[in-house]
């Protein structure tokens, strides 16, 4: 079973960018058919998804949220990373890492998940 390791800081300051990184603990993120996931949970609110880096390097970004972000991998390290800019108050959450499988679109889940960073924003 993959793991999945959220990394970063914790506290942003408000206009900053929230940058978070997901460490891959076996396999490769290049691996026909996942996709590497960031979803975040605000306080008291539901699951929302950030974005997604597939195996081939396509990214894939939620409307609300694609203005100001950016997913990035290093292949050789095991790693994808979030960039999140212009960060105000309400981008505080528990961020986590997901590996979703995508074989199409009836045939996609989330099969392992790191357990989540908080990131507070907040001056």
């Known amino acids: 079973q993959v793991q999945l390791q959220e990394s970063g800081p914790g506290l942003v300051k408000p206009s900053q960018t929230l940058s978070l990184t997901c460490t891959v603990s076996?396999?490769?993120?290049?691996?026909?058919?996942?996709?590497w996931s960031w979803i975040r949970q605000p306080p008291g609110k539901g699951l929302e998804w950030i974005g997604v880096?597939?195996?081939?390097?396509?990214?894939y970004y939620s409307p609300a949220l694609k203005n100001r972000t950016s997913i990035s991998r290093d292949t050789s390290k095991k790693e994808f990373s979030l960039q999140l800019s212009s960060v105000t108050p309400e981008d505080t959450a528990v961020y986590y890492c997901?590996?979703?499988?995508?074989?199409?679109?009836?045939?996609?889940?989330?099969?392992?998940w790191g357990q989540g960073t908080q990131v507070t924003v907040s001056s």
């Open positions: 076996s396999g490769s993120i290049t691996t026909s058919f996942y996709g």
């Open positions: 880096i597939a195996y081939d390097g396509l990214t």
């Open positions: 997901a590996r979703r499988f995508d074989y199409s679109t009836a045939v996609r889940y989330y099969d392992s």
